[in-house]
């Protein structure tokens, strides 16, 4: 007998009394453990084929700027860069694996951003054995989620999902993955805590705590009710714990998911603030109590906050009429809101109580989206924001972004652009981060160009100005 049903037996047992004086509705111990064990095995027989393993081969860059060797780069930019993105692995050693759950027949598969990140090439592997190349739909990592599709002859097996808000503290929790690459492994526990934040994997975090036993491998696998639906998709765990697993709520991720099959990314609202917990400290300064709302630290120019006139070192305390308490819910309520929409806030400035309408605009990405890295694509190359150590090393205090691919005949290829380059202006305008980058070439009109000025830090280091031209449409 297991331990969990020992357990069970002890606490259900209670104290002995006399077969006469049970009551004759009152179930046996053992007809209530047969109960609850034929639960879980109706679950794992039931959910088991709709859960598959995810496997991926990640990208590889081949060669460094100007076709040198890769070792060229890290004298430039460090080890670290050169590490994640110029060093050479064997292409058979690079496989990964992580779960999946399928939740629509034609093929659709929920699966963690982390699991198939960075990759060449997905390989889905159902309970069958039958392997499929997968197409990724799109991702998200704000949740650290991903949208996978596989082309099958027959409709697929299918998990049905449920209803996350429902969840409480406390009831049955089961979940099925592939840990350590042992397929369609079921565990089984309890729904620890909801609304878990501050875990550090992903920007909105909301997470569900289970005991269910997760370990690396069940990333993306389902976490269900004794319903057998989904009620979370498995995402991380306390490495230095036992028994602390997270998931992510599955009608958080029903939202994602229907976003990306619909468009490829997803809109969220968008305030246009950096916000911070209120501490203690922090609190006796701006006469509010701890964990009572959220910090304004900055407004960005041209956000939607500064036109409605929010200022730094406001603090947030109620939105829509309902309490604020600390970043995480913020962002997530912001986040849910459709851009154009207005919302109610109700601030605290100088120790005073203020209502604040606010336009909610959408928030930029912080990586290409599909349509963006579509525009990308037009021009051939792709970039990553600039270390500011690498920055430093190379005398560009503005820095700029680095460029990490050019494919062969692109427009940017034509321009002159080599891997490694520092595009540090647009248009004698700096340039800081990729999604700024992304966002003015996507902004280009067929035929027309933009002129950047490149730092070569190859050769010696030299600057230049470069023609970047997007190619006519037939």
């Known amino acids: 007998m297991t331990v969990l049903a020992c357990v069970l037996l002890i606490l259900l047992a209670g104290v002995p009394v006399q077969a006469e004086e049970r009551p004759a509705s009152r179930p046996e111990p053992h007809a209530i453990l047969r109960a609850l064990e034929d639960a879980f095995t109706a679950v794992a027989d039931r959910v088991t084929p709709a859960v598959v393993n995810v496997s991926t081969v990640p990208k590889r860059p081949t060669g460094g700027p100007h076709g040198e060797s890769p070792e060229r780069f890290r004298e430039f930019f460090g080890e670290e860069f050169y590490e994640r993105y110029f060093k050479r692995r064997p292409r058979d050693d690079a496989r990964a694996s992580g779960s999946g759950v399928i939740v629509d027949p034609k093929g659709y598969i929920l699966t963690n951003n982390h699991v198939i990140e960075n990759a060449d090439e997905i390989i889905v592997r159902l309970s069958d054995s039958r392997k499929f190349p997968a197409r990724l739909i799109g991702h998200d990592p704000k949740t650290d989620l991903a949208v996978l599709k596989i082309e099958a002859p027959a409709p697929l097996p299918t998990a049905e999902l449920g209803d996350s808000d429902r969840l409480r503290v406390g009831q049955w929790a089961i979940a099925i993955g592939n840990p350590f690459g042992l397929d369609r492994t079921v565990t089984v526990g309890i729904i620890s805590a909801t609304a878990r934040t501050h875990v550090g994997v992903a920007t909105y975090e909301n997470f569900i705590q289970t005991d269910a036993s997760i370990n690396p491998g069940n990333s993306g696998g389902p976490l269900l009710n004794l319903d057998g639906r989904v009620v979370g998709i498995n995402t991380?765990?306390?490495?230095?714990?036992?028994?602390?697993?997270?998931?992510?709520?599955?009608?958080?991720a029903r939202d994602v998911m229907r976003q990306l099959i619909a468009q490829g990314r997803v809109v969220r609202g968008w305030l246009g603030i950096v916000i911070q917990d209120v501490t203690d400290e922090l609190a006796q300064t701006f006469g509010v109590r701890e964990r009572q709302g959220v910090l304004v630290a900055d407004v960005m120019k041209g956000g939607p906050a500064e036109a409605a006139g929010l200022r730094p070192g406001d603090i947030v305390v109620e939105l829509g009429g309902d309490t604020i308490r600390e970043v995480p819910e913020l962002q997530r309520r912001v986040a849910a809101v459709a851009p154009g929409q207005t919302v109610a806030l109700t601030i605290v400035r100088d120790r005073r109580r203020l209502p604040v309408s606010v336009e909610v605009g959408e928030m930029p990405t912080e990586e290409p989206a599909q349509a963006a890295v579509r525009g990308a694509d037009e021009f051939g190359l792709t970039v990553e924001p600039l270390p500011a150590d690498h920055a430093l090393?190379?005398?560009?205090?503005?820095?700029?972004?680095?460029?990490?691919?050019?494919?062969?005949?692109?427009?940017?290829?034509?321009?002159?652009?080599?891997?490694?380059?520092?595009?540090?202006e647009l248009n004698r305008r700096p340039v800081t981060d990729a999604?700024?980058?992304?966002?003015?070439?996507?902004?280009?009109?067929?035929?027309?160009?933009?002129l950047l000025y490149v730092h070569r830090p190859a050769g010696g280091g030299r600057n230049e100005y470069v023609v970047l031209e997007r190619t006519k449409q037939p």
């Open 236 to 252: 991380a765990i306390v490495a230095s714990g036992q028994g602390i697993g997270f998931s992510i709520p599955i009608n958080q």
């Open 435 to 450: 999604p700024a980058f992304y966002g003015a070439l996507a902004a280009l009109r067929p035929g027309e160009s933009t």
């Open 393 to 424: 090393r190379l005398d560009l205090p503005a820095g700029g972004v680095v460029v990490t691919t050019v494919s062969p005949g692109s427009a940017a290829e034509k321009a002159g652009l080599r891997r490694g380059d520092v595009i540090v």
